[in-house]
């Protein structure tokens, strides 16, 4: 079975500051990871993926993204906050080889300062 | 361009009725979900299908039904057997079945239901 936890439900960052979005996983096989964003009465848009080759995944729109197996996380993060980035911001686990598909958080509500 | 279409953007329904929702892809993809979305519950899957004239339940599929008779169709009945209808109902498709690796998915831009 998998499961995926979004650490926090909201997150308020200064406009040019750095973002941190927390996400643990737990999975029993290999898994994929993925961060989706939705902007409001939006579909999702996939910003990374993580898929067992390197373990710091680059995105869209500067975002990245680390897998720790240690520590079960993949976090997302961005150096410089702009007030586009405010959305809302989906973790998402897949187990490759598994037959439980998406497993989704339950999102991260990200609040930009000006 | 390719993409995912979900019509109506927005659709209102009075109790007792049903509803039909549109969702159309051109991705030639294989897979197709139906996820709903209530605020701070983040996507409960309801429907999916691997191919054509198959589907399976997901974690919520009482109270609606769907079918897929064409590749890339994947239209979802909510009936007035569901409870609680009104929510935000995404569709998303994904170039490999479900138990494939990857499983990345692409979404559609969502319908918005409410129920008077």
Redesign the interface.
Known sequence: AQSVTQLD?HVSVSEGTPVLLRCNYSSSYSP?L?W?VQHP??????LL?Y?SAATLVKGINGFEAEFKKSETSFHLTKPSAHMSDAAEY?CVV?E????D??T????THLIIQP | DGGITQSPKYLFRKEGQNVTLSCEQNLNHDAMYWYRQDPGQGLRLIYYSQIVNDFQKGDIAEGYSVSREKKESFPLTVTSAQKNPTAFYLCASSPRGVQRVYNEQFFGPGTRLTVL
């Open positions: 439900s994929s993925f989706y009465n939006k579909g999702l848009q996939l993926k898929t989906f897949s490759i080889g598994g037959a598909g998406l989704f958080g339950k999102g």
